[in-house]
């Protein structure tokens, strides 16, 4: 596995970027947005394709660089489904799994810190972003924390993994990098309570000053959607509702752009192509599928995926390639959801 844990001295935040090979597939985790040049230089270096850039929550010490790593290199932006970004191109709930070529991690719902704080466990290491730290655990006195939960989140599943488990936080202030599961449980100051009442009191009396970037970090934070103004401008978009009178019509080709996960757990569009997003640069490229799809029957191309941003990338990348029929659903299977539309399991 090509692993590298990159560090911001301003706020402290660790950055992690993961692959299973060199010329393969990347994620990055918890990016910082002022050190974006120097995550796409790095992948660029170790000729990586980033595909999946993910939060594990709402920051509130940084600006995230989410947005400006899918704006730069059309890679997704993925946060757990409770968090209150406006948009995001990928939603998780505990239970699925973070997939890259080669690299699979387990989504672990641990709020506490706030309440979308998700980790990300592979075989030997945890991504615990602010939940659990080293010798230390985040605080719980702002952005919906909880202490209650937090203790939860860390007694009942993060401490179950096995001792040997690597941790490694989304901060460290101490020059600290990498712990593990049971080190934490022997030598972590917090974690020496005997009952949850007793961690809860701990919390409660930490008298931490708010951080310095709070006020503009989280509203950042929570606006990082794609801009779409001008892709519905130039009439590339079509709402859930005008989108649902095109069921059955043979004129139009209706392009699931989601992965096989997303389908299963949230339905499809009857009928529907499925060409997963990673391959659509092929797919939409003369050649390619969709392309000589379009072109041979002169259908129109209508993309969805969950929220509307893998789709809005993908119309711009066909109108590119020649295609200037493709249009997509704005919001996704989302919007079709709420605008009662059918899906099909
Ligand atoms: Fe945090």
């Known amino acids: ?26 994620l990055i985790i918890d990016p910082v947005l002022e050190k974006v040049e120097r ?5 660029d270096e170790l000729d990586l394709k980033l595909v999946k850039a993910i939060d594990t929550h709402l920051h509130a010490d940084h600006i995230t660089g989410l947005g400006a790593l899918r704006d730069r290199t059309h890679c997704i932006t993925v946060m757990g489904e409770r968090s209150k970004v406006d948009v995001v191109s990928m ?27 998700y980790s990300f466990l592979t075989h030997d290491r945890v991504f615990t972003g602010d939940t659990l730290l080293i010798r230390g655990t985040g605080r719980t006195d702002f952005q919906n924390g909880d202490a209650r939960a937090q203790y939860d989140s860390i007694f009942n599943k993060l401490l179950r993994l096995p001792d040997e488990t690597m941790v490694f936080p989304a901060h460290d202030y101490k020059g600290e990098t990498v712990s593990s599961i049971g080190e934490e449980k022997r030598f972590n100051p917090r974690l020496q309570v005997k009952s949850v009442d007793e961690y ?5 009396n930490l008298k931490l000053a708010n951080p310095k970037m709070m006020d503009v970090a989280v509203p950042a934070n929570m606006r990082v959607g794609l801009a779409q103004d001008e892709i519905a401008r130039r009439g590339w978009a079509l709402s859930a509702p005008d989108a649902m009178a095109l069921i059955g019509r043979p004129d139009v080709a209706f392009v699931d752009l989601r992965e096989r996960a997303e389908r299963e757990k949230h339905g499809t569009i009857a009928g529907s ?30 993309f969805y995926c969950a929220f ?8 711009r990348a066909a109108q590119d390639a020649g295609l200037p029929s493709a249009c997509h659903i704005t919001g996704g299977i989302d919007a079709w959801k709420k605008a009662g539309g059918p899906l099909a399991r």
Do not use: W
Request: net charge negative; glycine share 10%; charged share 20%.
């Open 200 to 204: 809860v009191d701990l919390m409660g």
């Open 91 to 117: 939603r998780l709930s505990e239970g699925d799994k973070l997939t890259i070529e080669g690299v699979a991690l387990d989504v672990l719902y641990t709020p506490g810190h706030t309440d979308d704080s």
């Open 273 to 302: 192509l499925h060409t997963p997003y990673p391959e659509l640069v092929e797919n939409v490229a003369p050649g390619g599928m969709l392309h000589e799809l379009a072109c041979a029957t002169g259908k129109r191309i209508l």
């Open 1 to 26: 596995m090509i692993f590298r844990q990159l560090f911001d001295s301003i706020s402290g935040t660790y950055t992690y970027l993961l692959a299973s090979r060199r010329g393969g597939e990347a």
């Open 308 to 315: 509307g941003e893998r789709s809005a990338m993908a119309v």
């Open 39 to 43: 995550y796409i230089q790095l992948v």
